[in-house]
Structure formats: structure tokens, C-alpha cells
Nanobody
């Protein structure tokens, strides 16, 4: 089990940028997949992006492709989500998560595959 702590959220205007950070602690294995999800009020938790800890292989949702970028710093035990050209529909609580047993190394988009979660950080985008 690993612990995840998100930071970097805030209130911004349309078109602004933010970078979220997820600090990891505990046993981090090369097989770990780290994911970002978001949840807006009244909506289900939605996949945003994921990255494989060992190789840096990434996967990103179509809704944020071209605007969001996931990355990791292995030495700092941190995963980042760089968000640009933010839109009001990006308003949500953003969660960092970890999958320590990905089937065949697949970067899953399903929240149920991720068993460790941070407490989330709020991102609010106003027009």
C-alpha cells in the first residue's frame, strides 16, 4: 500500500494553467500504475490520465488530450498533472490513485482497478 497526497489545486479563470502534484510514500514498485481521476458534483469519478511508474508510458482521456500532460519524477516520488487551457467543465476534485497489480501492465481507465487514493485537490475554473 502506498500513500498519496495531492496538491496544487486552486481557483483559476478560463484559459489558465495549473500543475497538480501527487507525492507518493510507501513501497513503490516498478509495476505500479499511477492515475489521475476527477469528480465533479453530481457526476461519477472520471479517468483523466495514467502513467506507468517504471517506463513512463502514459494514457490520457480524449476529453483532455492536447491540454493535460501527465509526468513523473521517480527521484522525487512525485507524479504531476500539467493542465493548460483550463475550461469550466474541468472544474472538479482531482484525485491521485495507484494500481499495484495491473493486468498485463495495462493502464486502466477504471477507478475500480485503483486501490490506493489520495484525498483530492479542488480545481475550480470560472469563465
Amino acid at each position: 500500500q502506498i500513500q498519496l497526497v495531492e496538491s496544487g489545486g486552486g481557483s483559476v479563470r478560463t484559459g489558465d494553467s495549473l500543475t497538480l502534484s501527487c507525492k507518493l510514500s510507501g513501497w513503490i514498485y516498478t509495476r505500479h500504475i499511477l492515475g489521475w481521476f476527477r469528480q465533479a458534483p453530481g457526476k461519477e469519478r472520471e479517468f483523466v490520465s495514467a502513467i506507468k511508474w517504471s517506463t513512463g508510458t502514459t494514457r490520457i482521456a480524449d476529453s483532455v488530450r492536447g491540454r493535460f500532460t501527465i509526468s513523473r519524477d521517480n527521484a522525487a516520488n512525485t507524479v504531476y498533472l500539467q493542465m493548460t487551457n483550463l475550461q469550466p467543465e474541468d472544474t472538479a476534485v482531482y484525485y491521485c490513485s495507484a494500481d499495484d497489480n495491473p493486468p498485463r501492465g495495462v493502464l486502466s481507465t477504471s477507478a475500480s482497478q485503483y486501490h490506493d487514493w489520495g484525498r483530492g485537490t479542488q480545481v475550480t475554473v470560472s469563465s
